[in-house]
């Protein structure tokens, strides 16, 4: 069978990849840049098994679709700030650029992320421009992907899956293809339901990790530890809180629940949620002002530690880093940025000694896990004053305190 992937991005790649042990799959990105290093087998980004597999495939990638049997849409749904609203654009185009090459029989997946009637409302009167009628000539269903970034490919093989048909055929067409590589349960429902689910279960997080939050908080004006109160609250058979942090990034949780509440008034525990998450980054900002208003510090120097959404991965769309950075800035403040596994980002990325060079406080951002072997003694010669703020209680803590630091992990500082 040919397959027609369109975005070789952290989900259309790892897919093609998986799909090509199977079948004969073909690539389709409007980042030339992408095709060229696919082409080339080197992996565009940071993924477990990536670059293993990338060499193994026999996957080619083109700027353009190539006629198919199955055409599988992998590209983003960026949220729309200024309205509030999912962004469809890339996936009207990628369902648009497929229509020249439909052809009787052919099937359309659609992996994107998207709002509940996208598929049936937007692009199933785009597809059949093509002359075909959907259910008759061609089919069409919605596959929403659950991998987690840093775990894709076993996740992609080892996670249920939630196929949302537009008439049963298409459902079934969709299952028979996925089995070839997914080992969890492949369960088939309407396309509108798979399209809510998908948002559900980003949603369930958001809110479960913004819980995390709020109790971080309470936990300081409390003058307790929320690490050590949610592990004995985790203990009880029906409870599992999730972790505290500076906030969600990553492209999906932190714009997910937008999409459930962009036509409605009743999105209430959603809205709230994202709200808390959101401003995490403020709260971060609170303690550090602290710091320099305790110590006496005039125009301090920050090092921020990690602007990946999450800790080892190289992803920073929506890393709640860069809200931190910008609200330092507007406090006039300077800040230096170090991330082992960033390649490209908004502001400088600087090696580690340069980073840290008279800084006055260190904020740990992410969870990196290189984070924990740094050397306090090496950071101790370089940083002007010693302080850090621990925001994933990662640090190897006792190391710094000998080194004569001062650390504040987020949800452990005493009550005023
Ligand atoms: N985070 C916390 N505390 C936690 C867990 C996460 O602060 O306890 C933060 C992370 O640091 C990060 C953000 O939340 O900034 C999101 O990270 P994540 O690991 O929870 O999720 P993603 O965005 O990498 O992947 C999610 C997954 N969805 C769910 O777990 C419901 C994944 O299964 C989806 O496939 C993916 O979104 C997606 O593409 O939709």
Redesign the pocket.
Known sequence: MKICVIGLGY?GLPTALLLSEFHDVFGCDINEVVVDKINNKIPPFIEYGLEEMLKGSSIKAFTRPVESDVFIICVPTPFDKEVKMADLGYVKNATEIIVPHLRDDNLIIIES?VTPGTCEKIAAPILEKSGLKIGQDIHLSHCP?????GRTFD?MINNDRIVGGIDKKSADLTEKLYKCFVKGNIHKTDIRTAEFVKLM??T??DVN?AL?NEFSILAEEIGISAWEAIELANKHPRVNI????P????????V?PWFLTESTTNARIINIARQINDGMSSHVLSKAKKIFKEQNIKNPIVAIFGVA??GNVDDTRET?ALKLIKLCEKEGWNVKIYDPMVKEFEYPLLPLEKAVRDVDLIIIETDHTEFKNINAKMISNFVRNKNIIDTRNIMNCKEFLDEGFKIKILGMEAGD
Do not use: M, Q, S
């Open positions: 989900i992320t992907e659950r991998a987690i970034p996740e279960e980003n369930f997080r990790i995390a999730l972790t505290p942090g906030g969600v990034g990553g492209h999906c949780i932190a997910d959404y999450k709640p």
